[in-house]
């Protein structure tokens, strides 16, 4: 039997649909009923309702998001504790780890931790009451000048060790971040090249690893500790304990490290400046002299030169 149109066993009719006022339906050339002859001019009627019902709640889905956004970065701090809340000690009173290790308060006793160094936004200090904190707020993106809070960093560390106490340095991951801040320090105050402070962090912790933005800062900052070294201003690990100085004069270093060598490279790039001031005074032949000078301070190896003067910005900024 040939199914007719208005046959509802017809594979047409299969489906029901539910008619509505404005919807398609079979009595109506536009899809209208014989109660809304015009089902368009309601629809488009309804959608500008329901736009301006929609503008009107915007603030209302923002704070939506942020609560969505919020409850996710519970979820994943949840994670980490579970999963990732055992601290790792790189070198003695030193620890690395992540956001799950700053949030266990029975892992940080057990470790004997005093301070907790913070190198991430939007984690606010868990136990204030028990631990000293320093929160420093940074992205996990290569773009970012962690170098220039590194003497802060490595000061907290430091005087937290000068006091007998024990620090936790985490980001979110324990990855980057918080790697790229226990890097530095290790290389002020161990005498270690980048590569070997790396293979140090990385025995302890093996996820550990900077992002490129911040792997070229403490590209940077191994140049200026070997330039202190090699001219005496900064002592290694082995110096230090050949002389019996222990602990103390580690932390010590650390701070020379962030802040005198600091302070040194803006005091010969102010000497430098004056000394090519007074040269062009005196100089018979300024352009003859200023490109031979010029010359003279692009030499050497030119991949290094971007970084170093970034690296010289950097230390003026701090």
Do not use: W
């Amino acid at each position: 039997m040939t199914p007719t149109v208005n046959d509802v066993s017809s594979p047409r009719f299969f489906t029901p649909l539910p008619f509505e006022s404005g919807a398609a339906g079979p009595s109506g050339a536009a899809g209208g009923t014989r109660d809304d002859p015009h089902p368009r001019r309601g629809a488009v009627a309804h959608g500008v309702k329901r736009d301006a019902s929609q503008m009107m709640t915007a603030e209302e889905r923002d704070e939506r998001v942020r609560k969505i956004v919020s409850l996710v970065k519970v979820l994943l701090t949840a994670k980490k504790i579970k999963e990732d809340s055992v601290p790792a000690e790189v070198v003695p009173g030193v620890f690395l780890g992540s956001v799950g290790a700053a949030h266990d308060r029975d892992a940080l006793d057990a470790c004997g931790i005093t301070h907790v160094l913070t190198v991430a936004g939007g984690f606010p200090p868990k136990f204030p009451d028990v631990y000293e904190y320093l929160v420093i707020d940074v992205a996990d993106v290569s773009s970012e000048n962690l170098d220039a809070h590194f003497e802060k960093c490595l000061k907290f560390i430091a005087r937290a060790l000068l006091d007998g106490g024990r620090v936790l340095v985490h980001c979110f991951a324990g990855r980057s971040r918080s790697s790229t801040v226990v890097a530095a320090y290790v290389m002020a105050t161990e005498g270690l090249s980048l590569e070997e402070t790396m293979a140090l962090i990385k025995n302890a912790r093996p996820c550990a690893m900077p992002n490129a933005g911040f792997a070229k800062q403490l590209a940077a900052f191994e140049r200026r500790l070997s330039a202190a070294r090699s001219e005496g201003r900064l002592l290694g690990r082995v110096q230090l304990d050949a002389a019996n100085d222990g602990i103390n004069r580690l932390a010590a270093v650390a701070v020379d490290a962030a802040a005198g060598l600091e302070s040194d490279a803006s005091s010969e790039d102010e000497e430098r400046e004056e000394e090519e001031g007074k040269g062009k005074v005196s100089d018979p032949e300024p352009p003859e002299e200023d490109d031979e000078t010029n010359a003279e301070g692009e030499g050497g190896d030119p991949a290094l030169l971007p970084a170093e003067a970034g690296a010289t910005t950097d230390a003026k900024g701090s």
